[in-house]
């Protein structure tokens, strides 16, 4: 997709729509510094966090994913791509995390172990975090081991763990199964997601909810939290 000309293209000058597809070129490039530049210049125009995050960094990362699935693109360039929407998420962190207001809650989210994608359960996380929630990230690759000390330091409302590959979600069963072992599974909610999952695989391995994306995962944790402190 990249060109000669790109380091010529003044981002600045182009109207939103045109912006918003130099993005997509520009984040499949890997080029984070005109990712910066360009989330820099959608916030200067008034666009919201959300709608930068949305349509130019999502949408730039769910055409990535076409092509390294077809095998157009290779995890080096993905890397990549992945490194330049990370810039721009940095910069939509703190709009988005915005709350003033005492936290309703406290989750513990991580990707599970073998796994390290992790832009999807960063953006979870801070989704979580403007929806005003305290957020322990736990990074990548999470053995049991992790979750459970994670639990018993921090003591969460709600236990969340990302997977995006087929050869990982499966684990998810064992750090829940660990906590049924050790009788702790229902002092928390369990809520999982990733790209592969679906929600009869959140409830067959004994989860409380399946969250197919951000937004779904803030929605499901306040309803889930509202229902725990009514009853
Ligand atoms: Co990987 N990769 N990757 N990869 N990678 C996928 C997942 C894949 C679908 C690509 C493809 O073939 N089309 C494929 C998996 C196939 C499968 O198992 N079915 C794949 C593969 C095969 C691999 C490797 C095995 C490749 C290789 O080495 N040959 C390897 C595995 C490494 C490992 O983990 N052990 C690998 C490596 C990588 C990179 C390191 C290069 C890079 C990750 C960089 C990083 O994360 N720091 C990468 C990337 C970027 C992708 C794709 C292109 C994009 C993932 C992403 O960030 N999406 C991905 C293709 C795809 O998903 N279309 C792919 C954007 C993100 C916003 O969406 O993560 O789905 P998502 O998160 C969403 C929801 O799923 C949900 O909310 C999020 C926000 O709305 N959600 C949750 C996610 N977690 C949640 C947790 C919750 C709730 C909701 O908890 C409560």
């Not at 709608?51 to 990535?64: N, Q, S, T």
């Not at 290779?74 to 988005?96: H, T, Y």
């Not at 690759?141 to 000390?149: A, G, S």
Request: aromatic residues 4%; charged residues 25%.
């Amino acid at each position: 997709m990249a060109d000669d000309y790109d380091d010529e293209i003044d981002l600045s000058s182009l109207p939103d729509d045109e912006l918003v597809e130099q993005m997509h070129d520009d984040l499949y490039d890997g080029l984070r510094d005109e990712i910066i530049e360009g989330t820099e210049i959608l916030l200067e125009r008034g666009w919201e966090a959300t709608k930068v995050l949305d349509e130019a960094l999502v949408e730039g990362m769910r055409i990535v994913g076409i092509d390294f699935r077809d095998g157009i693109l290779f995890v080096p360039e993905v890397l990549m791509s992945a490194n330049a929407m990370k810039g721009g998420m940095a910069i939509l962190r703190p709009l988005l995390a915005e709350t003033g207001a005492e936290p309703i809650g406290k989750v513990i989210i991580g990707t599970v172990k073998g796994d390290i994608h992790d832009i999807g359960k960063n953006l979870v996380a801070m989704m979580l975090e403007g929806a005003g929630f305290e957020v322990i990230n736990l990074g990548i690759d999470n053995p049991v081991e992790n979750y459970l000390n994670a639990i018993e330091e921090h003591q969460p409302d709600i236990v969340g763990m990302s997977a995006l590959l087929t050869t990982t979600m499966p684990y998810m069963k064992v750090v829940i199964d660990t906590m049924v072992e050790k009788g702790i599974r229902d002092d928390y909610i369990v809520l999982v997601g990733g790209a592969p999952l679906n929600e009869e695989f959140g409830k067959a391995i004994g989860a409380d909810a399946y969250c197919r994306d951000a937004a779904v995962a803030v929605e499901t944790a306040q309803t889930l939290i509202a229902e725990r402190h009514a009853a």
